[in-house]
């Protein structure tokens, strides 16, 4: 499982950015994504997850109606849509994979990949 994290960066807060992951070395469409994040001192949060299919998503409380993910198997690319940042957002982003049916679960998911850092402030 290869991933590869990209598009954070230095935003105020209650701005937006959106990353991507892309995928390879594996059958993307069989798999069920997910992007955690971990703060500096913090253990690694599972934040969304989205099913192989891409018909059902789950958030965390800390996210759910800011932070949209989503997929397109065509291209073997994951998204996520980040609005309303907040300081607390800051973070490294990682994206991982699943084959578990247990697909909201974080301790199935694996292949991290270097992450992408995310940083609100003003």
């Known amino acids: 499982v290869q991933l590869q994290a990209s598009g954070g960066g230095l935003v105020q807060p209650g701005g937006s950015l959106g990353l991507s992951c892309v995928a390879a070395g594996f059958t993307f469409r069989h798999y069920h994504m997910a992007w955690f994040r971990q703060a500096p001192g913090q253990e690694r949060e599972l934040i969304a997850a989205i099913r192989r299919s891409g018909d059902a998503t789950d958030y965390a409380d800390s996210v759910k109606g800011r932070f949209t993910i989503s997929r397109d198997n065509a291209k073997n690319t994951m998204y996520l849509q980040m609005n309303g940042l907040k300081p607390e957002d800051t973070a490294v982003y990682y994206c991982?994979?699943?084959?578990?049916?247990?697909?909201?679960?974080?301790?199935?998911?694996?292949?991290w990949g270097q992450g992408t850092q995310v940083t609100v402030s003003s």
């Open positions: 991982a994979a699943s084959q578990n049916v247990q697909w909201r679960v974080a301790t199935w998911y694996k292949g």
